[in-house]
């Protein structure tokens, strides 16, 4: 009985060292931030603390910085590009309109040009390629290979929501009377329609503004934060942001996370907390009918089309996945969008480009630095497009107003 007790004992007393070294490690091993947010291997633990002070640091470098940012405030969409700017070392040129190309465009098309526009977030503006290789340029080319004249003005904003996509057209894209509009779906922007504040969303900084939040309402939608927050209104928010009224609409917001337990005092609890919270929160996401990022998707895509078609232009929907959704759809995983992506197939004219990209296209060497589409994906989404769009108006099941007969914008042999 004493050896028992003995070893007992001393395994206790093994235990107590290994996780006070363990406490310490993490003490050691972690960080504090400028506003007092302490984190260790990428985990931020509770207590949260709101990053006030990283607000605070973002906008005042975008007020120094305003006369030449590339993205700079917009009252009804959050942010967008500046006119006559560039980005990306000089790959990425934005026009006189705001949008990125080379050229700029009269909002009346030309009489014998087909005009298509696109909207979306960074993976329609393209990031990562240059202007000729992005894939809305690529597609410009491709139709008009096909003897199809036509124009393509990409109108995508980088970190833009469905919401953002929706709002773009209404206020900028319509005004330039396109043929077709094609709304490039990037599964991650469900998420980003249920924020507001997106420094709450991306901790790691980027871009100091807010963005409007659509939210349903009797199966309406309806708007808030609109106009935007401007950037002494926003820090204005954050100073006082449990009684600020945008903080109930905030996904990434729970106050309960930003107040002391006793528990908290250890470090090592407080990470075995972030551990399991981010399993369980990733597996409480959802997607599916019924939930609100579900719903709420569905809502955007079918008011987006309904603004489209009501305005005579043909609405066309483009998946454009991540790499991770494409390593997982290979993987034989099922898509946790499904339930979106077949309501678009079943109702609309639908791309899906995970049809076409085989096994390969996961390799990094077809991704750029920032994890968009390099070159060659590019190129291959605007052929797959390309194709679509052809047989849809050659075949006349697109509708055009604008021409009483398709030779008006077939180009002379």
């Known amino acids: ?79 967008a590009y500046r006119p006559n700017s560039i980005r990306q070392e000089g790959a990425f040129t934005i026009n006189e309109g705001g949008i990125r190309s080379q050229a700029d465009y009269d909002q009346r098309p030309r009489p014998d040009t087909l005009r298509i526009a696109a909207f979306g977030d960074s993976f329609v503006a393209g990031d990562d390629v240059n202007d000729d290789q992005v894939w809305t340029k690529r597609l410009e080319i491709e139709l008009n290979r096909t003897g199809l004249r036509t124009e393509v003005l990409n109108f995508g904003v980088g970190a833009f929501g469905m919401d953002q996509a929706y709002l773009r057209w209404q206020k900028l894209g319509s005004a330039y009377d396109p043929d077709i509009v094609v709304f490039g779906f990037q599964p991650e922007n469900l998420d980003r329609n249920v924020n507001v504040f997106r420094l709450l969303r991306y901790r790691q900084g980027g871009i100091p503004f807010s963005k409007p939040r659509f939210v349903l309402q009797d199966n309406k939608l309806v708007l808030y934060n609109m106009p935007t927050l401007t950037t002494f209104e926003l ?38 907390h972030a551990l399991a919270k981010a399993q369980g929160e990733a597996d409480a996401i959802n997607y599916a009918q019924g939930s609100e990022r579900g719903e709420l998707g569905k809502a955007i895509v079918d008011a987006f089309a309904a603004s489209v078609k009501g305005s005579g232009a043909e609405f066309f929907v483009v998946h454009l996945p991540r790499r991770t959704h494409l390593q997982n759809l290979q993987d034989g995983e099922v898509s946790p969008f499904s339930y979106l992506l077949n309501h678009i197939n079943e109702n609309y004219r639908f791309v899906d480009t995970v049809d076409h990209l085989g ?55």
């Open 1 to 79: 009985m004493k050896r028992r007790f003995t070893n007992a004992l001393l395994g206790c007393l093994g235990l107590v060292i290994a996780l006070v070294l363990l406490e310490v490690i993490i003490r050691i091993g972690g960080a504090t931030g400028a506003d007092g947010q302490f984190s260790f291997r990428g985990y931020p633990l509770e207590p949260y603390v709101l990053p006030v002070q990283r607000l605070h640091d973002a906008i005042d470098v975008y007020i120094e910085n305003e006369d030449s940012a590339a993205i700079v405030y917009d009252e009804t969409t959050g942010w």
């Open 235 to 272: 820090k204005a928010a954050f100073s006082s942001f449990s009684s600020n009224p945008l903080a109930k609409f905030e996904a990434f917001y729970n106050s309960r996370e930003f107040v002391s337990n006793w528990w908290m005092a250890s470090r090592l609890a407080s990470f075995i």
């Open 359 to 413: 096994s390969e296209y996961t390799e990094r060497k077809y991704w750029g630095a920032t994890y968009h589409y390099g070159p060659e994906v590019n190129h291959l989404v605007a052929w797959i497009l390309a194709g679509e769009i052809a047989a849809c108006v050659k075949n006349s099941s697109c509708r055009l107003p604008r021409f009483a007969h398709i030779n008006a914008i077939l180009a002379s042999p």
